[in-house]
């Protein structure tokens, strides 16, 4: 059973800092999505990572895969509050991007 | 531009109830997923289907039906709800680039619904 751990859970941090979320998988994939889901709303696509050492870069926010490690990363640069949502990873376990297991979320808030 | 499109947004049902979620797509894909959303957890598959007439069982199918009868809509169904069926329900769809280009299979979420069994 593929598992998906996201950490951490929750984050709050001010703007104009950097930070990291991890993502960790439990079984070989090469293919893996950051979703990002504001209060209330649906999950909105960030990044699809495709193969080992993909790195995708949109504004300050930063995602990397490395497949042998099992993990992703999504780096937040100089955090401005306009980051704040739950941002979800997601693993893609049949390697034909047709079935997604999530990890749990990291609420992300960013303080003024 | 609509995207996907899910009604109702928001239910109450009393338990044993019965009720049917509609998702509508109009962007041609042809999968299309009814996921489940509880608090501080991700989402978890209920059941999918990977183009009309076809369904298929996810994560978490017990006390769900689906039917898929036209390409654009993906019906969820709760014939008899329970408590534990308290969540907020996403249908997403999604479509495989071609073309020799690896398949990226982005799936895009309808708004949600929220549904509360008591």
């Known amino acids: 059973e593929l598992k998906v751990e996201q950490n951490p859970l929750f984050l709050s941090m001010q703007e104009g800092k950097n930070y990291t979320i991890y993502c960790n998988y439990s079984t070989t994939s090469d293919r893996l999505y950051w979703y990002r889901q504001d209060p209330g709303k649906s999950l909105e696509s960030l990044f699809v990572l495709l193969s080992n050492g993909a790195v995708k870069q949109e504004g300050r926010l930063m995602a990397s895969l490395d497949t042998k490690a099992r993990l992703s990363t999504l780096h937040i640069t100089a955090a401005v509050h306009d980051l704040s949502a739950t941002y979800f990873c997601a693993v893609d376990w049949d390697n034909a991007g047709n079935m997604l297991t999530f990890g749990g979320g990291t609420r992300l808030m960013v303080k003024p | ?118």
């Open chain 2, 1 to 118: 531009n609509a995207g996907v499109t899910q009604t109702p947004k928001f239910r109450v049902l009393k338990t044993g109830q019965s009720m049917t979620l509609l998702c509508a797509q109009d962007m041609n894909h042809e999968y299309m997923y009814w996921y489940r959303q509880d608090p501080g957890m991700g989402l978890r598959l209920i059941h999918y289907s990977v183009g009309e007439g076809t369904t298929a069982k996810g994560e978490v199918p017990d006390g769900y039906n689906v039917s898929r009868l036209k390409k654009q809509n993906f019906l969820l169904g709760l014939e008899s709800a329970a408590p534990s069926q308290t969540s907020v329900y996403f249908c997403a769809s999604s479509f495989t680039t071609s073309g020799g280009a690896i398949a990226k299979n982005i799936q895009y979420f309808g708004a949600g619904t929220r549904l509360s069994v008591l």
